[in-house]
């Protein structure tokens, strides 16, 4: 197992913590910061990272899975998990698409309104 871990995301992470002590949580330079971080996260961290939000229950139940494999979670699971609106759920994931998009991220893999099939066993 290679738990090496880049200088990127210690650059990013750092980065990340000033704009949090700087602009707050919310605030979008913050939220962009975050995106840069989890991108250069190795994937040991981020396994540490997924399974920690599941024992804390900060994430919802994935929805379904690709033929891939890839875990698929849907806008309604999303809005009843975090006790907000669809519309609600649809703006953050706009506004997390634009984020993305304003750091030269791709976001690929982001499905909207898409009526593919889910596999809902893994």
Known sequence: MNNHTPPEFFKAFDHYKAMLAQYGEDHPITERAFILTMHYTPDHIKAEMDA???????????????????????????????????????????????????????????????????????
């Open 52 to 122: 920690k939000a599941k024992e804390l229950n900060l994430l919802p139940p994935v929805s379904g899975y690709t033929d891939d494999g890839e875990a698929m979670y849907s806008l309604d699971d999303i809005a009843k998990h975090f006790g907000i609106s669809i519309d609600d759920a649809e703006q953050h994931l706009l506004q997390m698409m634009d984020n993305r998009q304003k750091v030269g991220l791709s976001n690929d893999g982001i499905l909207m309104n898409s009526n593919i099939h889910i596999n809902r066993v893994q």
